[in-house]
């Protein structure tokens, strides 16, 4: 675990008079490199060509979702409370956590509404017009959810573990956390790439409060919703999470009318999904050869890799396979690159993929309201001189 020290650090050695939880308007985010969608809260994606230049995304590279300010945290009074169906509830401090083992992960994170600007062509959507720079690959430190969880006992009749941040979202006229939940069996894997983690570390230094400082879940092939930030509470119950952002937002519907939210279950694994990252969109390029670059996640199923992602310039008449580069681990993406032959009809790049689950981008994904999911075969549109 990182230390609480470190944790202090990487704060800014903010600390709030009697220990109490506040949001704050005030609180400035850490200089990156992104293209902000919005300050308030932080809403941001990193420059394509950035994105690419390493497997592992550097911290200030990779995107940040946030539904409201990042909370102000006081490391000393922080406790993370553990309840519901468990037979032992605790209020855990961050002294109290870093007597778990410590355990260290490399995994994806992607926002379930990456390319969600793409579906605005056949219909308007809500929400942060991500392009497809919501996604980045990191390195974790923290403590396996699954050992929290046996030292609270859980009761044989749990099936769902839900998870709730610290941060204030006015909702409904109300305010409410952030909230998250997954079912029991992913929760209690306890070692291995796929085990869920109360991570407090990013890319081997503590968590920066953009990224949820001090402790937030990290789940291995679901989408970036089910990983909590500044998380402040978990509760082991017998149904998935009654919070807005599992029972209501986070779902698949054509219409957000009362019985599409019913109807529809939370999402959880993260389909296929690939993009070209260079050239940039509406680059000037010359006719001849030409190199590009992307990225490629195979679907978040245990054991799932990538096998063949394929680039075309005309059409998809004709397609390329291209290479795939970094470490092929689970999880995660994998980068790639590829040369094709443009000439002065060339008016898109195209790129699909196909993954060891069978899984396979289409070449049009249906239209829903939220704008969730798009992992259509990625179109590029160019100008050859």
Known sequence: MITRREMLLASGGIMIAGGTLTSSRAVAAEPKQLVYHSTDPNNAEPKLGDLVKSWITPTKHFYVRSHAPNPVIDPDEFQLKVEGMVNRPSSLSLKSLGRFKPHSTTATLTCAGNRRSEYNKEGKVGGVQWQSGAIGNATWQG?????????????????HVWFEGLDEIEKGGGIIPFGGSIPIAKAMIGSGAGAPLLANGMNDAPLTPDHG???????PGYIGARSVKWLGRIVVSDRPSPNHYVATAYKIV???DPIDWAESGPIYRYPINAAICTPQPETKLAAGEIDLTGYVLPTGRPGTTVQKVLVSADQGKRWTEATTVGKDSEFCWQLWNAKVNITATTKRLMVRALDSSGGFMPYRVPWNAKGYLQNSWYKLPVQVN
Do not use: G
Not at 146 to 157: F, G, H, I, M
Not at 213 to 219: A, G, H, S
């Open 143 to 159: 403590i396996a959810l699954a050992d929290v969880l046996k030292q609270a006992e859980v009761t044989p009749d749990a099936k």
């Open 254 to 256: 054509r219409k957000t």
């Open 213 to 219: 400082y001090p402790l937030r879940t990290l789940v």
